[in-house]
């Protein structure tokens, strides 16, 4: 492994039509792609200023010419489209299965040291920069809940190859 610092770049997961089975609060993909629109512009600028690149990974079927229309051209170039087809088991366990398996076929495909910042894909987060640029690498970062007993995934950072290498095959787990 060279000594040049891993290409960042923002994952954000994405379910604009989700499973029948999903028993989140927000079930409209009207407003939910509205809600992804804003998002994407949000961290494609991000992404822009701190020299990141942002994937998102789609699971329902959504194109990328949906998600990217609203974008500007600028913010287009740093954002790139992975549309994901959930398996039968992963669809019965539900949208944390979906996403675990998503992700581990985006780490796969990356193909090299990546820093990589996992947020939620409708998720604005006010200090987005200051998370995304004051880690290094090297380990897994989350915030876990104050009993202790789940990692909140909706913002993380880890090396791509550290969770090929021990992360890879949460889906599972996850119920």
């Known amino acids: ?94 949208i944390g299965a979906i996403e675990a398996n998503a992700i581990d076929e985006v780490m796969l495909s990356l193909n090299g040291r990546r820093l990589v910042t996992k947020i939620t894909g409708r998720l604005v987060v006010r200090n987005a920069t200051d998370l995304v640029t004051s880690y290094d690498g090297g380990a897994f970062v989350a915030r876990r809940t104050l009993d202790r007993k789940y990692v909140d995934s909706r913002l993380f950072q880890v090396p791509s190859e550290l969770w090929t290498a021990r992360l890879q095959g949460l889906g599972q787990d996850v119920d």
């Open 1 to 94: 492994m060279n000594g040049a610092p891993p290409g960042r770049l923002i994952l954000l997961t994405a379910a604009v039509t989700p499973v029948h089975a999903f028993t989140g609060v927000l079930k409209d993909p009207t407003v939910r792609l509205k809600q992804y629109h804003t998002a994407l512009g949000f961290w494609a600028d991000i992404a822009n200023r701190i020299d990141a690149d942002v994937l998102v990974v789609e699971t329902t079927g959504a194109s990328s010419l949906t998600l990217l229309s609203p974008l500007s051209q600028t913010q287009r170039r740093k954002v790139a489209v992975f549309g994901h087809s959930p398996s039968m088991p992963a669809t019965r366990k539900g």
